[in-house]
Nanobody
């Protein structure tokens, strides 16, 4: 089992940048495929980015591609989401998630993940 704690959410102006972090504790971090999702009020949880547990494979949603970078530091048991050129449409609660799959994969669906953090609020003002 793994516990996930997100941080780094804030209120920023459009065009600004943020780096979200997700600290993991428990089972070895590198055994999990990881992802970021977001949920805006009144909307379903939406895929943002994913990274495989080994190999460094990544995937991004079309809405953030080119503005967002997912990365991880296995030595620090931490997942990151660097977000640039933020837009008001990026306003949401951002969640990190861990998938217990035995093979390396980038997973785009919430159902593919086993563990979730509590979320961190990102608000982008226009």
């Amino acid at each position: 089992q793994v516990q996930l704690v997100e941080s780094g959410g804030a209120l920023v102006q459009a065009g600004g940048s943020l780096r979200l972090s997700c600290a993991a504790s428990g089972r070895t971090f590198s055994t999990y495929n990881m992802g970021w999702f977001r949920q805006a009020p009144g909307k379903e949880r939406e895929f943002v980015a994913a990274i495989s547990r080994i190999g460094g494979f990544t995937a991004y949603s079309d809405s953030v591609k080119g503005r967002v970078t997912i990365s991880k530091d296995d030595a620090k048991n931490t997942l990151y989401l660097q977000m640039n050129s933020l837009e008001p449409e990026d306003t949401a609660v951002y969640y990190c998630a861990a998938a217990r799959t035995g093979f390396a994969a980038v997973i785009r669906t919430p159902a593919g993940y086993d563990y979730w953090g509590q979320g961190t609020q990102v608000t982008v003002s226009s």
